[in-house]
């Protein structure tokens, strides 16, 4: 069936639809129905000459997001050669309910897509699930060109809210908390709490009438919408994935507790269908992909395979790397790879680490300490919260090698990192010795892994430690200390310290 719209057809389809409204109220007694009032200025004429770009997603609910592919760094950091896309949706139901908006460089095309899916229609809600920019830059036009519209966000959001567009909710909606519901007609929304994944202020939504699940930066991805709307309609596996990777391990792999604590959420919900933030929607083999989140959220590797990063000025160290490669193909493994630390982007290293069960890390001695670019790896890997991986070290120094101590030493703070023999110490080019010295290290990672089995995070014994921070049980909020107070109250849903589990 062919699930696409066009102007034609959407604005006849709309003909008979009834803009007329059903009362509206939100459970738990926070908001009441609102008067209808006279139509925004703007309604039924059209105020852009672009065409719009909508898709359909189920018979009421439609894709207005916006492709950037001009875009060169998300967030300024993480290349995109690929582009990204800004998702929004919009409802129509016996009430017009809009997703989350878009960066400021999609505004444009956003509007075309809205006031035509809208076609004249007011808009009447605006849930606003993630505020950082590249989803709520448009808010305040939206608040301006549908002044009737009321926006619904957690209670965080509306302090950034103001510092963001100095929109002032209490004068255009209202602060949700979890399990609040909004009847839209047809549909009742569900609002579920989800700090951190990506900022403390990120709620989901979840539709409970057609099981659809708004998931905010969960389950995104780089990568512009090449006309395919649904991961279905791709070969996400070989295309998609390694973005989603990328994505996920360097925007919110820091979070893999309050990640799990929203999945733990999510296990309870039957879901048909994932509407995320950037890139494909979800409608089949969503456990495919759930199931990638667990791993990546739970610091297990996805794959038993040997990463070897090195970092190189005249050859010898990258030739130590590339020995130590072959003899771990000469001994039997077949999942290796080999990255150049300086022309490799971070991002991309950081996501190799996720997926891969062993990283080899093999770095030359430079002013004393290790080669710069390995040490802002090692350093992007311990602020990621990397865990529960066999590793393995190759050092050089003409000198006064120093490097594997100081990488070992950064390692070391990262739970359940466990160095696999000896640190191979290579003085400017790998000799004899070194060849030796590599091929046994290569023996000794294919004798652990191939005794190990997956996933490393149940093989790997990880050190008591304090416990420093504690988990709100309720809505995943994570607060800092070595004991809860015992007058504490959780900032997001208000719960006592009872409600609060160590973070292990
Ligand atoms: Fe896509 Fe956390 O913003």
Request: hydrophobic share 40%; net charge negative.
């Amino acid at each position: 069936m062919n699930k696409e719209i066009n102007r034609r057809t959407f604005l006849k389809g709309l003909a008979g639809s009834a803009a007329g409204v059903a009362a509206m109220n939100m459970m738990g007694g926070v908001a009441t129905a609102k008067a209808e009032t006279a139509a925004p200025a703007f309604e039924g004429k059209k105020q852009f000459a672009g065409a719009a770009n909508v898709r359909k997603i189920t018979d009421d609910l439609y894709y207005i997001g916006v492709n950037d592919r001009r875009i060169e760094l998300f967030e300024n950091v993480y290349p995109v050669p690929r582009g990204v896309s800004y998702n929004s949706y919009l409802l129509l139901d016996e009430k017009t309910v809009l997703f989350d908006t878009v960066d400021r460089t999609a505004i444009g095309p956003f509007f075309e897509n809205l006031e035509f899916a809208l076609g004249g229609r007011k808009l009447d809600y605006l849930i606003v699930n993630h505020m950082e920019p590249d989803h709520s830059s448009a808010i305040a036009q939206v608040v301006a060109r549908y002044p009737e519209v009321t926006v619904l966000c957690t209670e965080l959001a509306v302090s950034m809210m103001k510092q963001f567009h100095e929109i002032d909710i209490n004068k255009h909606g209202y602060a949700v908390k979890e399990g609040m519901e909004l009847n839209a007609g047809r549909h009742k929304l569900v609002f579920t709490m989800a700090p951190m994944v990506h900022w403390p202020e990120v709620m989901m939504t979840y539709d409970a009438t057609d099981k659809i699940l708004f998931s905010a930066d969960a389950f995104g991805t780089f990568g512009a919408l090449d006309g395919n709307l649904f991961a279905d309609e791709v070969n996400f596996e070989t295309e998609w994935l390694a973005d989603a990777r990328r994505y996920y391990t360097n925007i919110v792999g820091k979070y893999g507790p309050q990640v799990v604590s929203v999945l733990d959420k999510a296990s309870g919900l039957d879901i048909a269908t994932v509407c995320p933030l950037h890139g494909p929607v979800w409608r089949e083999n969503i456990g495919w992909f759930i199931d990638k989140y667990v791993k990546w959220a739970t610091y297990t590797p996805e794959e038993t395979a040997v990463l070897v990063v090195y970092g190189s000025v005249y050859g010898g160290t990258e030739n130590a790397a590339g020995i130590l490669a072959s003899q771990l193909s000469a001994a039997g493994m077949r999942n290796v790879k080999v990255l150049d630390v300086s022309k490799t982007h971070v991002s991309e290293l950081i996501a190799e680490s996720f997926r891969c069960s062993h990283i080899v890390f093999a770095s030359m001695t430079y002013n004393m300490g290790i080669f710069t670019p390995m040490k802002n790896f090692l350093l992007d890997l311990q602020a990621h919260n990397l865990q529960n991986r066999g590793y393995a070290l190759i050092e050089n120094g003409s000198w006064a090698p120093a490097a594997g101590k100081q990488m070992k030493d950064i390692l070391d703070t990262m739970p359940g990192m466990t160095q696999i023999g000896s640190t191979v110490t290579v003085r400017s080019t790998p000799n004899d010795e070194n060849a030796e010295q590599l091929a046994a290290l290569a023996n000794e990672i294919v004798t652990v892994i191939a005794g190990t089995p997956m996933p490393l995070t149940e093989a790997a014994p990880v050190a008591a430690a304090p416990v420093t921070k504690w988990r709100c049980t309720v809505c995943g909020y994570v607060y800092e200390g070595e004991t809860m107070p015992e007058d504490y109250k959780c900032p997001l849903c208000g719960v006592g310290p009872d409600k609060f589990e160590p973070v292990v």
